[in-house]
């Protein structure tokens, strides 16, 4: 057999995923998106052994003559707060705390919404119309509002505050995946399944699902930016989570008193907070443009 007709002599089709990424690191705002991100990630991971101090420990030593938190410099690079903790390690903690419940807030959010959307757009009638007035009755509340009275309910802890985030933030996805289904649960290829006896989860998974990865996909990257901002508000108004565990928006709450002396309290986790929608936003944008060919040729 030769080389041109040897299938192992082929060269390999490289794979989609791959394909994506190449794409996003071609585009400057996808590629810096992505470089915050990754930043982040190793933050949350790597927190024990590159945080410089002990996060929850008080110490005099971090603190002036007159009680107040140290600037940055010195044996404390971004500064202590009102306690005399290290503020730094306790942001990187926080970025732990923040990525958790953004990741599976919204892991949670695109499961569900994407599953109602997905069921109410292929079975129609009465299922979608149950389902879908219940999701027009979630998208009345406003959905700060619903969160504080859930966090206010339960008592907060990590999961908790995921929980609460992603009940709230779950109706707008399954809006956009209903209306995408129902578009394609009337096209051809999906009325020729249903007349050759394809089942309903064998027409769900092989032939629908793939169709609307891609906008599940923007929509779960664009979601984690949402959640996170949603945590720092829920922890800075106190229904978030607790302290003395740290996360952006209750060092902010903490702090908050000090913003006039102390800046540093509130300009350090306010910008990681920006930084980390930002970063999302961008590579979101950018798989939407990537994965969507509707959007091709437009930018």
């Excluded at 190449?22 to 982040?40: D, H, K, S, Y």
């Excluded at 779950?170 to 096209?187: G, H, N, P």
């Excluded at 306010?270 to 959007?295: E, Q």
């Amino acid at each position: 057999m030769s080389v041109a007709t040897d299938p192992a002599a082929r060269p390999r089709k490289p794979s989609r995923a791959r394909v994506v990424l190449g794409e996003l690191l071609r585009r400057p705002r996808a590629a810096f998106g992505l470089i915050i991100i990754a930043l982040m990630v190793f933050a949350a991971v790597f927190a024990p052994w590159i945080m410089p101090q002990d996060p929850f420990a008080q110490s005099f030593d971090g603190l002036d003559l007159m009680g107040a938190p140290l600037p940055p410099g010195g044996d404390y690079l971004l500064g202590t707060d009102l306690l005399g903790r290290d503020l730094a390690s306790r942001l990187i903690l926080g970025t732990r705390t923040s990525l958790i419940i953004g990741v599976v807030a919204n892991g949670i959010a695109v499961l569900l919404g994407a599953g109602v959307g997905i069921t109410a757009g292929y079975f129609g009638g009465w299922t979608a119309a149950i389902l879908m007035r219940f999701t027009d009755l979630m998208m009345a509340f406003p959905a700060l509002l619903l969160a504080i009275v859930l966090a206010a309910i339960f008592q907060p802890s990590l999961m908790i505050v995921a929980l609460v985030i992603a009940m709230v933030n779950w109706v707008q996805m399954s809006r956009v995946i209903y209306t995408e289904t129902r578009s394609l649960a009337e096209r051809e290829f999906i009325q020729v399944q249903r007349a050759i006896g394809s089942g309903p989860i064998r027409i769900l998974f092989k032939h629908l699902l793939p169709h609307l990865l891609s906008s599940i996909i923007v929509f779960g990257t664009l979601g984690i930016s949402t959640t996170v901002l949603l945590e720092a508000t829920l922890s800075y108004l106190g229904v978030g989570v607790q302290p003395p565990m740290p996360s952006w928006g209750n060092i902010i709450f903490e702090n908050q008193t000090y913003f006039s002396t102390a800046p540093w309290l509130v300009f350090f986790p306010g910008l990681l907070i920006v930084l980390l929608a930002l970063g999302f936003n961008l590579v979101g944008d950018a798989l939407r443009d990537i994965l969507d060919p509707t959007l091709k040729g437009r930018h």
